[in-house]
């Protein structure tokens, strides 16, 4: 059994967690792929028998770590050039950008409980 970190997830809380706008196969997949490579491992949820919890492994962490780098130095190399107040300004809008593709998928999605189930089941 691996060691695990952080706070566990359900498939279905996993795109609200990286706020994706993506559907629970796709999410799937990917999670399969990751357990495949030992970045994460499933457990069983208590609360729930149909879910499992997601575990990043210290695999996962290892690879985390190396990605940040990657992401640092192409973000280093996309902001050269430019100045500070160009980059803050792209930077709004890209988040205003964001925001408002949040704000339209929480309105077409499913409403859900903690555990990733849509209201009024059990």
Do not use: D, M, W, Y
């Given at each position: 059994m691996h060691e695990t970190h952080t706070v566990p997830r359900t498939v279905s809380t996993v795109p609200r967690?990286?706020?994706?706008?993506?559907d629970n196969s796709a999410v799937t997949g990917l999670v399969d792929r990751l357990e495949n490579?030992?970045?994460?491992?499933?457990?069983?949820?208590?609360m729930d028998?149909?879910?499992?919890?997601?575990?990043?492994?210290?695999e996962g962490?290892?690879?985390?770590?190396?990605?940040k780098e990657v992401i640092?130095?192409?973000?280093?190399?996309?902001?050269?050039?430019?100045?500070?107040?160009e980059i803050d300004a792209y930077r709004k809008v890209l988040m205003g950008i964001f925001e408002k593709f949040a704000r339209i998928a929480a309105k077409a999605a499913p409403s859900e409980d903690a555990e990733g189930r849509p209201h009024g089941r059990r």
């Open positions: 967690g990286l706020s994706l706008s993506t490579l030992g970045c994460i491992v499933r457990t069983p949820c208590p028998r149909r879910a499992c919890r997601i575990h990043i492994t210290p962490l290892r690879e985390v770590g190396k990605a640092r130095k192409v973000n280093a190399e996309i902001q050269e050039g430019f100045s500070e107040q």
